[in-house]
């Protein structure tokens, strides 16, 4: 019997299988928690770009009602939403392709959007700027929060580890 139980267990040395704990390679689906990040990447980048046209726009045809230091302050918040935006496209596509440093880029990008918030902030409260101002505010909050859930999740997550394995 313990012969039989020795052969069972005994692992084969030239198997390409991986050990117990090990990954075997192939990234796991995005799903549990992951699910939330990938929702977020999908409508924070519809919602960005349907948000940057209509400032264009907006801007556009209100550029010449504007005072001189809104115009400047406006163009400023349309420069950076947009620079964000490419780089949450870009996330989101390490991320879809579960490319192995889409956690890193995830985290960097929270970052990013939360220094960003804030020094905007900062600039329209010195401009003068409230409604600006008011939009920045939410953002960071919006920002800070969100930060403050996922950037630890993408540290320590095991899921997240056997998912993005894609060099």
Known sequence: MDQEINRILE???????PAIGETSGSPEKIGGWLFFPAIGLILGGILSVVGIVMSMEALSKMASYLPSRYQGVF???LLVNTGITVFLIYAAVRFFGKKRNAPRIMIVLMITNVTANGLLLAINVGADAGPLAVECGKALAKGVVGAAIWVPYFLVSKRVKRTFVIP
């Open 75 to 77: 163009t400023l918040n």
């Open 11 to 17: 692992i084969d040395s030239s198997s390409d299988a």
